[in-house]
């Protein structure tokens, strides 16, 4: 079974081409980034574990049904994937939120660690990493292998678009973990961008070109 799930939801397929215009202006890319954020976690979290409990509506006694597993964190790699944090958070508003700083190295593409900051308890939650793009696949390699250090067991990874060559790195080195997409693209450019993509995320989401 592939580590990749990619949701064919026709408001995700909808809202990606937006993203993916070079018109689409920093607000309404931040603005429709969010969205996706919360749509994705609909799907994302559909093999949550739930449980009976006896409750009381204003009219009878019945059994009702909550969630029943690990809590969650949100673990956004800086900058890009902050993008995607409010609309988890809209929908699983007790989650944590811990962050990861990499960057990539422009020459050498390889992703270097500057900041990492977790909830105590992260080893006991399941971990939505948020990632918009899974291009050459380093950082998110890096990302999980910090995290299991940590003895996270239980990851999954939201991205809006990865490219074939980032998600067959990733699962080389880490075949436990499930990335969920939007978008699918063949191919990374000769400086490792997704092509065609969407460009820079992190520029695009902060207005930073
Ligand atoms: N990071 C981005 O923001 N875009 C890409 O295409 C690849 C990495």
Known sequence: ????????????????????????????????????????????????????VEIETPIAKTTAYELSGKKVAIVPILRAGLGMVDGVLEVIPTAKVGHIGLYRNEKTLQPVTYYYKMPKDIDKRTVIITEPMLATGGSLIDAVT????????????????VAEPGVKALEAVHPDVHVYCVGYDKELNDIGYITPGLGDAGDRLFGTK
């Open 1 to 52: 079974m592939s580590i990749l799930t990619q949701l064919d939801h026709p408001l995700l397929q909808h809202k990606l081409s937006i993203l993916r215009r070079k018109d689409t202006g920093t607000r309404e890319f931040r603005q429709i980034t969010r969205e996706i954020g919360m749509l994705m976690t609909y799907e994302i979290t559909r093999d949550f574990p739930l449980a009976p």
């Open 146 to 161: 910090m995290l299991k250090k940590d003895n996270v067991k239980d990851i999954k990874i939201m991205c809006l678009v």
